[in-house]
């Protein structure tokens, strides 16, 4: 077992999603940073779909029952191991007792926390992703547990990678959404040729942006959405759905980040700015 010793901010245990229900208006859910968890994960030789925990801003601290091997990733957090720092991307072995925490955020927004043949919980919908109503709670709670294979020898045939740039990377490449071709040369200016910076209201949902740009009025049938999905409101407000985002919207869906791109923007918090970049 890995026992919640301390929940942190915001800590959810997720995989890769949930598919095939969106027409139920059920979310893919499922890492925001999708990039960084697959990187974890074949680092311990994981399939890519191996569940993890996502750590968002303040760490939790987290009492390890069985031996296992660990790779974190994502957000610098200042982690440490027996009050020892650890860094991303590499292997480390953990034993019976040892604590994992973590301090202060220095980069990034969202950390990672993956582990030899992941975590083992119920399915639900084809997903071990937390989502609620979906799912019993949204996130970790002082005191859960959470039940792991105990693997007590493990020779990784790469321990460790460089720490990845993509923290420090802003611009979202995006391709031509569904209503772009409602947008005229001031709008293309606005979204193209200006910085945008994360405004307060940013979670799993979705992100706005400080920054306006000119609005769009035509009303428009509600229609499918995706993680990723740009809507421009009626005031100018950009927003973009991530993955625990509505499965339909009735604001112009003009742009649609790519996969690097959601991962990204995950990253950001509030007041970091970013570009569009059409690809």
């Known amino acids: 077992m890995l026992k919640v010793l ?6 959810t245990l ?10 139920k208006g059920v979310p893919v859910s499922g890492v925001m940073d999708v990039s960084t968890v697959r990187k974890a994960n074949r680092l311990l030789e994981n399939e890519d779909d191996a569940s993890v925990l996502e750590i968002t801003m303040t760490g939790p601290t987290l009492q390890f029952e069985q031996d296992t091997f660990i790779v974190l990733g994502g957000a610098e957090m200042s982690a440490t191991l027996n009050n020892q720092p650890i860094y991303n991307y590499r292997v480390y072995k ?11 955020l220095t980069e990034g927004f969202r950390g990672y926390l993956a582990l030899k043949d992941g975590f083992k919980s119920d399915n639900i ?17 002082d005191g859960d547990e959470l ?9 990784p045939k790469i321990s460790e990678l460089k720490i990845d740039p993509q923290l420090g990377e802003t611009g979202l490449e995006v391709s031509k959404g569904p209503e772009y071709g409602l947008l ?4 293309l200016e606005d979204i193209f040729f200006k910085e945008f910076s994360v405004a307060k209201e940013y979670n799993r949902m979705g992100y706005q942006f400080e920054e306006k740009i ?3 009025k035509t009303s428009m049938i509600t229609s ?23 499965t339909t919207g009735g604001y112009p869906r003009i742009l649609q980040l790519s996969d690097k791109a959601i991962s990204i923007l995950a990253q950001k918090k509030f007041g970091d700015k970013v570009t569009f970049k059409l690809i």
Request: aromatic share 12%; no cysteine; net charge negative.
């Open 6 to 11: 301390k929940s942190g901010f915001y800590t």
């Open 14 to 23: 997720q995989d890769e999603g949930r598919f095939g229900y969106r027409d």
């Open 94 to 104: 953990v034993s019976a007792g040892d604590i994992l925490s973590y301090g202060r």
């Open 125 to 141: 919908l084809g997903s071990q992703s937390q989502y609620f109503p979906i799912t019993t709670s949204g996130s970790l709670k």
């Open 147 to 155: 039940e792991y294979l105990e693997v007590s020898s493990f020779d």
């Open 184 to 187: 005229d040369n001031d709008h």
């Open 214 to 216: 000119k609005g769009y």
């Open 224 to 246: 499918a959405t995706l993680p990723g999905t740009v809507q421009i409101t009626p005031s100018g407000t950009l927003i973009v759905l991530m993955k625990d985002g509505q």
